[in-house]
């Protein structure tokens, strides 16, 4: 029995030797590295802060204080920490671990926090309200992996300064290698000195004293608080977070538990606001990782733990993108493309390689990102903004009031949009086409093959007095879908028998849409499968065909609410058509982490699926006929 099957909860590590805490460190990693071979995940950063979460949990007594981490994929060692070192078998799959903090797995976990930058407000409103409350309980903020670049964790900071009662202890993961550890006994008695309750009252009192005697008190005061302050500054870059307010200590070695120990217990006395900064390394304890020059196994796909080599992939659909933008690169030098901390995940690191110049990594910061595109338009260039569907969420108003209000020519590509599956409900990309839905002049594409990314992208940066979408699904995408005929700027990809359902198709649902089709036909259905390539605005050429079917049918990976199939509706009511409409999409509803085929088939969007309800509907249409009532009733399906 290891030592790591001995803890239960974070009160037993409290009792443990110097020598079984590195053995428990030791098996921490292993355990880490054995569950991401098997199921992928986010390995590098978890491999970096072993020593500063045993710290935590050896400082603070959790849950009664409450940690919070940012980004949430930091949070696996504090996971088995909290007892739930056994279930990392299940990591990632469905019924098992989440692979971020969840408030149904256990009490130690607060907020989900995938999506990064946002830790330090909780934590901020959470200790502000023990200190309200009266109750004497600590926060810690562990903030890190980039998500310092995010202007929300800068908001956050500027009021966290200001709030003198509340017990907030904020651990910088800084895995980055941007400043150089200070180390030696004068650093550290500094550290010490700062974080000492009685450091400010001594201060006080020597800045009276010394302000006090005629003529050379003041003189004396600013003469003394230069030197200490100078002498700080070159010891330790505090110099930024002193200036906002705040005390600092650090750096520390993160991966020195003991010195991590020593730097958390004296800002836990300070009882107000303290930077602790740690430096870490990702990948930290595992070669393969460290090594690994990309991003030292950040978030790997399966692989072979002697090796570090992941498992062969084919070729997915952000590879279609990475190659196209390059050959776009090629053919028109005002394009320029833009990501916010997703270069490689996003495949835009082929672009950067050849155009460097052109290339910007604006951090962990969509909203700065889409507004420096409106920026970079307005002065005559044409941005690519790549990043992942979910994200996309966070700069809505950018998009609205600072792109579209401008009629900028942006292009925005979203990645993994749809279900994406394991990793959980925050990283589903379901969202962006019900919000988009209402920006004035956007127009959105949904390709449904490699042929069509590469055509909608070319033709989407051709725009340049409106905002362009182009997204695509996580995963690799089908074999091409040939056009059967053309109907306004839609493909027909199927048109057999009589016209009894026409069906809309977004995107990757065109190849679940074929298969209805085959199905419908089986049956004796006349069926029409139409991919509007460009989902909004609407193409009127599916309005008329909606008036000449029997049923129309919509088919989309994004919510039901507000998405495609209810626009349109919404424009078919408006034309007057009154055919009976069924629409297919994914409930309003936060998607527990599963693979995305499953949650597909529980969410009701496959072929057999969607067949099965077309034939009962066009079975009852048979039964009752098409008079006014029934087509009204049909139309709320």
């Not at 940012?70 to 078998?89: E, I, N, S, W």
């Not at 304890?285 to 992941?310: M, V, W």
């Not at 390059?326 to 672009?351: E, S």
């Not at 496959?606 to 034939?615: E, L, S």
């Amino acid at each position: 029995m290891g030592v790591l099957d001995s803890i239960a909860g974070p009160r037993d590590l409290r009792g443990l030797t110097d020598d079984q805490l590195t053995t428990l460190a030791a098996e921490i990693r292993d355990q880490l590295v054995q569950a991401v071979s098997r199921v992928g995940g986010h390995l590098g950063p978890n491999l970096g802060v072993v020593e500063l979460t045993l710290a935590i949990h050896r400082v603070f007594d959790s849950p009664r204080d409450r940690v919070v981490f940012d980004t949430g994929h930091q949070a696996y060692v504090h996971k088995m920490l909290t007892g739930r070192a056994a279930d990392f078998v299940s990591l990632r799959k469905e019924g098992g671990l989440s692979g971020y903090p969840s408030q149904a797995e256990s009490p130690h976990d607060i907020v989900e926090n995938s999506h990064a930058s946002t830790a330090l407000s909780y934590a901020d409103g959470i200790a502000k309200a023990y200190a309200i409350r009266g109750e004497d309980r600590h926060t810690v903020a562990v903030i890190g992996d980039g998500a310092l670049t995010g202007g929300m964790a800068w908001e956050a900071l500027n009021n966290i300064a200001i709030a003198r009662d509340s017990k907030l202890v904020v651990v910088v993961n800084d895995n980055g290698r941007s400043y150089t550890p200070t180390i030696g006994g004068l650093a550290t008695a500094l550290t010490s000195l700062r974080t000492n309750p009685r450091y400010e009252q001594v201060l006080d009192m020597v800045k009276k004293r010394l302000n006090a005697v005629p003529g050379v008190g003041p003189a004396a005061y600013d003469a003394l608080h230069a030197m200490k302050k100078g002498l700080k500054d070159a010891l330790a870059p505090q110099g930024l977070f002193e200036d906002l307010g705040l005390k600092y200590v650090g750096p520390v070695d993160g991966h020195d538990r003991d010195a991590m120990e020593h730097a958390l217990a004296h800002a836990k006395k300070f009882g107000g606001p303290v930077i602790v900064h740690a430096i870490t390394r990702k990948g930290f304890g595992y070669d393969a990782a460290e090594q690994h020059e990309a991003d030292q196994f950040h978030s790997p796909q399966p692989f072979d733990i002697e090796t570090g080599e992941e498992k062969v992939r084919g070729r997915i659909w952000t590879d279609v993108f990475a190659d196209e933008m390059v050959h776009l690169g090629a053919r028109r030098k005002d394009v320029v493309a833009i990501t916010a901390a997703m270069m490689h995940p996003v495949g835009l690191d082929q672009f950067q390689a050849r155009y460097p110049e052109r290339t910007f990594d604006v951090g962990i910061a969509e909203q700065h990102a889409a507004t420096s595109a409106a920026g970079l338009a307005i002065g005559g260039l044409h941005p690519v903004v790549a990043i992942y569907a979910t994200f996309l969420n966070r700069a809505f108003d950018q998009v609205l009031m600072d792109v579209a209000l401008h009629q900028c020519g942006v292009t925005f590509v979203l990645d993994r949009a749809g279900v994406t599956g394991d990793d959980g409900a925050s990283h589903n990309g379901m969202w962006d086409m019900s919000i988009l839905q209402v920006v004035p002049g956007l127009r959105l594409a949904a390709p449904r093959d490699a042929t069509r990314l590469r055509e909608l992208l070319n033709e989407a940066v051709d725009v340049d007095d409106a905002p362009t979408v182009v997204r695509f699904s996580k995963g690799p995408p089908p074999a091409d879908m040939p056009t059967h005929a053309k109907a306004g700027n839609a493909d027909v990809l199927v048109r057999s028998g009589a016209k009894d359902v026409l069906v809309v198709a977004v995107g990757s649902m065109c190849e679940v849409a074929v298969e209805v089709a085959e199905r419908l036909g089986a049956q004796g259905i006349g069926v029409t499968v139409v991919d509007p390539r460009w989902v909004k605005p609407v193409d009127p050429a599916i309005v008329e065909l909606a008036r000449e079917h029997r049923l129309v049918v919509s088919v989309e990976d994004g919510g039901r609410i507000g998405g495609c199939g209810a626009v349109l509706l919404q424009t078919l009511n408006d034309a007057g058509v009154t055919t009976p409409f069924r629409l297919h999409g994914i409930p309003q509803e936060f998607l527990h982490h599963a693979k995305r085929a499953a949650i597909l088939e529980k969410i009701g969007l496959t072929p057999q699926a969607i067949a099965r309800g077309i034939v009962e509907d066009i079975t009852a249409l048979d039964t009752v006929g098409t008079d006014e009532s029934v087509v009204d009733v049909d139309h709320q399906l």
